[in-house]
């Protein structure tokens, strides 16, 4: 094991040192993402949201017993949180085609590659999904055009899956409907060639939603209805989002509010009774948080005001452990920005680890592991230190005692030992994270 409860670490890529720390426990708990009709501003708190989805939730739903969840490798439940400043491109935007998608895949195949316990993309995909001829269903989130799931995030999930050997037109990208995706990054291609993309509403691609259940609608791809698309795994790529007079925040859980049509009475209760059903809890291998940005103030619309950049990714098969984290990044956003705290409180998570056993919201139950990218030397964020990020130290060199030039743009990154110079010590560092200097 790499480490429990509020152990502390070091964890070293090429000559760097990383620290790896537990999250200390919060007084609050954290939870998932949308599903609600699309409009130009925000819904008051006096909305009548029992209207919003779908009709009232089967009786049968509420009698699934509480399933304890252990993961599948014994033990605290491992949680991966990876960090890189290069992730956003600096600018004001916060879409798909903001974020480095250098930056990006380093992230994600790292935490996926540090939750596996190897080094190798193949290798850890291969454990996440041990069958490689079956289907693999993506659960993204763009519901609302301000906060979405992004391709550059989901392209190296889809990159592992056919590494591993799945074939591209086994792999299954789909939400409700499309209406963020011209701003993140998705084209809908139900019928391939290659990874299909399309949603589950409207034309109702992949066999839509099946209501045979009492009214309450699933996607019929996850419960063996929908023909050739019927997927076997399921991997949950959502976003970091409040939900203010709602569910409090919208992270994992509640994504698969775009899975099934529940309503949003009852709403922290249904979150939990959604991931109970075992179309979801038995399929699900993987929970990879998109926290490159956070929404830390609700909008329903077009408005990224309240969108901040975090450049982080959450990996987990603990999709309470990974709402847990989520929640604590909304909360120290909010703290920032002088708000309270997201109202109503986020309950869902309590119960989905008290009463319905889907996991837990203890850090202390949890093996954290927090990795700080990219590698010392890597300017360009390509996942290696070699010639180019030479060039690029060699027009920064200010030698001891002098500041960093401002030409070229980004000589700062150079001072590797943060004394304010780019002088020897600097590429001494570079020169330790460089496989050759030839």
């Known amino acids: ?143 609302i055009t301000g906060i979405f799931t992004k391709a550059k995030v989901v392209t190296p999930i889809a990159d592992g899956l056919i590494a591993r050997g799945v074939p591209p037109d086994n792999i299954i990208i789909y939400d409700r409907n499309d209406t963020a995706f011209p701003y993140a990054g998705f084209v809908r291609n139900p019928n391939g060639p290659g990874v299909r993309t399309g949603v589950l509403s409207h034309d109702g691609d992949f066999g839509g939603y099946s209501s045979h259940a009492e009214q309450y609608y699933i996607a019929k791809l996850l419960i063996g209805e929908s023909g050739d698309f019927d997927c076997d795994y399921l991997i949950n790529v959502p976003v970091c989002k409040a939900l203010d007079g709602y569910s409090g925040v919208t992270l994992g859980m509640k994504n698969h509010y775009g899975t099934c049509s529940p309503r949003h009475a009852d709403i922290h209760n249904e979150v939990c009774r959604t991931n109970a059903l075992p179309a979801i809890r038995d399929k699900t ?34 999709p309470v452990a990974v709402d847990y984290h989520g929640w604590q990044i909304i909360k120290q956003l909010r703290a920032a920005h002088a708000l309270p705290a997201v109202s109503p409180y986020p309950q869902f998570i309590d119960l989905a680890a008290d009463v319905y056993g889907l996991g837990t919201n203890d850090p202390e139950q949890m093996e954290i592991i927090e990795v700080a990218l990219p590698y010392a030397g890597d300017f360009n964020f390509d996942g290696a230190v070699d010639m180019a990020d030479f060039g690029f130290f060699q027009r920064c060199f200010s030698g001891m005692g002098n500041p960093p030039p401002d030409s070229p743009p980004g000589c700062a990154a150079c001072d590797l030992d943060q004394d304010n110079d780019v002088d020897l010590v600097d590429f001494g560092v570079l020169e330790s994270n460089t496989p050759t200097m030839d």
């Open 1 to 143: 094991m790499i480490g429990y409860g509020s152990s502390t670490m070091l964890r070293h890529v090429g000559a760097v040192s990383l620290l790896l720390t537990t999250i200390a426990a919060a007084a609050d708990r954290p939870q998932p993402c949308s599903g609600y009709p699309r409009q130009d501003h925000p819904l008051p708190p006096s909305a009548d949201y029992d209207n919003f989805v779908g009709p009232p939730a089967p009786l049968w739903l509420a009698l699934i017993p509480p399933a304890p969840r252990d993961s599948e490798r014994g033990g605290p439940s491992r949680v991966v949180i990876t960090h890189h400043p290069g992730g956003h491109d600096g600018s004001t935007g916060r879409d798909n085609v903001h974020l480095n998608a250098d930056a990006v895949r380093m992230m994600v195949d790292e935490a996926v590659q540090t939750f596996a316990g190897t080094n190798s993309v193949v290798e850890a995909w291969e454990q996440i999904i041990p069958d490689a001829s079956k289907k693999v269903a993506i659960k993204i989130n763009c519901q």
């Open 285 to 318: 291998r993987l929970i990879v948080l998109d926290a490159c940005y956070c929404e830390y103030k609700w909008y329903n619309g077009r408005n990224q005001t309240w969108v901040d950049v975090v450049n982080k990714i959450i990996v987990s098969d603990d």
